[in-house]
């Protein structure tokens, strides 16, 4: 993998943190402006150390392909829904403008958004579980969250969704 950009921006305000974070293509390493050069190397390699180990775990290779996914709903189904929800499909669509994913029962297909390839793996595996869930029950009546729920983040990832839809802008509710 290529070095990234980095801009470092010194803060004469910053006493003693030294923070990083992606602003596109360019990695972003704020630092205090008494630093001398060589703590500004030290820190810079070791923030680009930390943002690369965030950013390893946050990825799921369900994120990678659409046979991918279906792999993982599989793991899912297996695992929380006793082998019983099984889709034909389950694929990455380009974003939705007010759902995470949909389920067409009848023609056993999953779709979703691909708002979620970021997310991390548990918020993606509750949506997945959600999804699988109307292959088995239609609506969101108390059969279909008592399904929902054998998915022991639901309540987190529910609450992750709400953020990140409020916090963009979205208007994307939890019940698709």
Same mark, same amino acid.
Not at 22 to 48: K, N
Not at 115 to 134: A, G, I, K
């Given at each position: 993998?290529?070095?990234?950009?980095?801009?470092?921006?010194?803060?004469? @305000?910053?006493?003693?943190?030294?923070?990083?974070?992606?602003?596109?293509?360019?990695?972003?390493?704020?630092?205090?402006?008494?630093?001398?050069?060589?703590?500004?190397?030290?820190?810079?390699?070791?923030?680009?150390?930390?943002?690369?180990?965030?950013?390893? @775990? @946050?990825?799921?290779?369900?994120?990678?392909?659409?046979?991918?996914?279906?792999?993982?709903?599989?793991?899912?189904?297996?695992?929380?829904?006793?082998?019983?929800?099984?889709?034909?499909?389950?694929?990455?669509?380009?974003?939705?403008?007010?759902?995470?994913?949909?389920?067409?029962?009848?023609?056993?297909?999953?779709?979703?958004?691909?708002?979620?390839?970021?997310?991390?793996?548990?918020?993606?595996?509750?949506?997945?579980?959600?999804?699988?869930?109307?292959?088995?029950?239609? !609506?969101?009546?108390?059969?279909?969250?008592?399904?929902?729920?054998?998915?022991?983040?639901?309540?987190?990832?529910?609450?992750?969704?709400? !953020?990140?839809?409020?916090?963009?802008?979205?208007?994307?509710?939890?019940?698709?």
């Amino acid at each position: 993998m290529a070095d990234p950009q980095v801009e470092v921006r010194r803060s004469r @305000r910053r006493r003693r943190t030294v923070t990083a974070y992606r602003e596109g293509d360019t990695v972003i390493v704020l630092l205090p402006a008494q630093m001398t050069r060589a703590e500004e190397e030290h820190w810079v390699a070791e923030m680009l150390a930390r943002l690369q180990r965030s950013e390893t @775990r @946050r990825r799921s290779p369900a994120r990678t392909s659409d046979e991918a996914l279906l792999t993982r709903c599989a793991e899912l189904s297996a695992r929380h829904l006793g082998n019983r929800a099984v889709p034909k499909s389950v694929r990455w669509v380009p974003p939705m403008r007010t759902r995470w994913a949909s389920c067409t029962p009848a023609d056993g297909t999953i779709r979703v958004s691909e708002r979620l390839r970021e997310v991390p793996s548990w918020v993606l595996d509750y949506v997945l579980v959600h999804e699988l869930t109307h292959l088995l029950v239609p !609506g969101h009546g108390p059969n279909f969250w008592k399904l929902v729920r054998d998915y022991p983040r639901t309540d987190r990832a529910v609450g992750y969704l709400e !953020g990140l839809s409020a916090a963009a802008g979205w208007g994307i509710t939890e019940e698709d």
